[in-house]
């Protein structure tokens, strides 16, 4: 038996007993595949341990819509973008994988954990020299390990950036040694980069002003 509608209107794909108004069972191939070659679209539900959902299309992969209105989009460069439908690039032109836009205080993402404990949420950036994803290659001295960017709208685009706070590699790094230094960048009036005005070294140093020194403060 390959397809059974039971006296609930339920229909059943692939299952004798379906449980819900469509019911497919698939023991390897996805559950749902809708393609249109004209505009070369193709939407794939796996009913998989990821339960994910993929598509490609021309100009985007898939829409999530409630109420007619589009609340996010995946484009086919793997962009995902939330309360809007086009990508915007930001930050010397990076163009995230997550964008999350909105006309209020919404356009932000929030991390809250909840544990009877004193741990806590977190954001999490790192860093490897190795070229391919899951595989490790250590990194160098001076390596930029992450950083945080504040940019602003110029009239033309959001490259411009105002301020940011990045983290380096600041010594030899080790298994289980990764000796760092955080800096602090801001943009003069009438310039169009951010330049470092603060440093916290390896050793604790605050530099102000200056990026070497001997004392163990300045």
Do not use: W
């Amino acid at each position: 038996e390959r397809l059974r509608i039971d006296k609930s209107g339920n229909v059943g794909i692939g299952t004798s007993s379906p449980n819900c108004l469509l019911n497919l069972v698939s023991a390897s191939s996805p559950t749902i595949k809708l393609k249109d070659t004209t505009q070369n679209c193709e939407l794939l539900l796996l009913a998989q341990d990821s339960n994910a959902i993929v598509g490609t299309n021309s100009s985007h992969a898939l829409k999530f819509t409630i109420n007619n209105n589009e609340k996010a989009r995946v484009h086919t460069g793997g962009e995902f973008v939330i309360g809007h439908s086009t990508t915007t690039t930001i930050s010397n032109g990076e163009n995230p994988f997550l964008q999350v836009k909105g006309t209020d205080s919404r356009a932000g993402a929030s991390f809250i954990r909840h544990s009877a404990d004193a741990s806590s949420g977190g954001l999490y950036l790192g860093k490897s020299r190795n070229g391919t994803i899951g595989s490790n290659t250590i990194v160098q001295n001076g390596d930029e390990l992450g950083r945080i960017t504040f940019s602003g709208d110029d009239g033309s685009d959001i490259h411009t950036v105002a301020a940011e706070i990045k983290s380096f590699v600041d010594g030899t790094p080790g298994s289980n040694d990764m000796p760092g230094r955080l800096g602090f960048f801001t943009c003069p009036d009438g310039a169009a980069g951010a330049i470092e005005r603060m440093r916290l070294d390896h050793g604790g140093r605050l530099l102000i002003g200056t990026t070497t020194s001997n004392n163990n403060a300045t």
